[in-house]
Every structure is written in structure tokens, then in C-alpha cells.
């Protein structure tokens, strides 16, 4: 069965820390782009960060460019994101999801929700002020 396992979520002071994980299984890995994704309550699923399945390529969404850092280790199967100056905003349901990356179709990743094939059942951040 495919899974995806996001943790490392919490409760953090405003300018803190986290470091969220996604634990993956069940499918060739090393094939998919890994996206990170948020929703606050009332507002819509939001990209935040994703890294291309070969060759690790990222994207940062503008408003968490230069304090989120994603990395993968395909070898462990995993995603982290490294969040540092957390803001109240970045307050959410944190999701990793996964999105075929055939060969031969780009190097780049991509944060559109409807592009991913699997998600994980997501993390919640709590940034207080």
C-alpha cells in the first residue's frame, strides 16, 4: 500500500522552529516529486515547497522563500522540510504528496494540488504569537 507519513509538527513561539518529515512507501520513490502543502482553517490548499524526484530540484512558494528549506534522501525514502522564522501565518495542516515525474519530462517540480497522485493524512503547525 502506498503511504505517505508527515510528522515533526507542533506548537512554536513566533520566530521558533520545525522540522517536518515525510515518511515514504509503497512506490518507486525515486520517480516522484515530493510537495509540501498547507491549509489554514477557512482558506484554500496552498503549495508551499516541493523537490524534483531526480535531479532535487526546489521551489519555495514567495511567502516561505528564505526560511523553508526542503531536501529529500531517497535512499531513506523521506522529505524533510526545515521551517525556521515561523510566523503566526504559517499556521496549518501541513500534507506531503507525491506526483509522478515521468523521464524525459522536465527537471522542475510543481506545488498544483491536482498534479499530485498520493498525499499523506498531514501534520498540524501551530505558530502562536
Known amino acids: 500500500d502506498v503511504q505517505l507519513q508527515a510528522s515533526g509538527g507542533g506548537l512554536v513561539q513566533a520566530g521558533g522552529s520545525l522540522r517536518l518529515s515525510c515518511a515514504a512507501s509503497?512506490?518507486?520513490?525515486?520517480?516522484?516529486?515530493i510537495g509540501w502543502f498547507r491549509q489554514a482553517p477557512g482558506k484554500e490548499r496552498e503549495g508551499v515547497s516541493c523537490?524534483?524526484?531526480?535531479?532535487?530540484?526546489?521551489y519555495h512558494a514567495d511567502s516561505v522563500k528564505g526560511r523553508f528549506t526542503i531536501s529529500r534522501d531517497n535512499a531513506k525514502n523521506t522529505v524533510t522540510v526545515q521551517m525556521n522564522s515561523l510566523k503566526p501565518e504559517d499556521t496549518a495542516v501541513y500534507y506531503c504528496?507525491?506526483?509522478?515525474?515521468?523521464?524525459?519530462?522536465?527537471?522542475?517540480?510543481?506545488?498544483?494540488?491536482?498534479?499530485?497522485?498520493?498525499w499523506g493524512q498531514g501534520t498540524q503547525v501551530t505558530v502562536s504569537s
Open positions: 504528496a507525491a506526483e509522478h515525474h515521468p523521464v524525459g519530462s522536465g527537471y522542475g517540480c510543481y506545488v498544483f494540488p491536482d498534479l499530485y497522485d498520493y
Open positions: 509503497g512506490f518507486t520513490f525515486d520517480d516522484y516529486d
Open positions: 523537490i524534483s524526484s531526480r535531479h532535487g530540484i526546489t
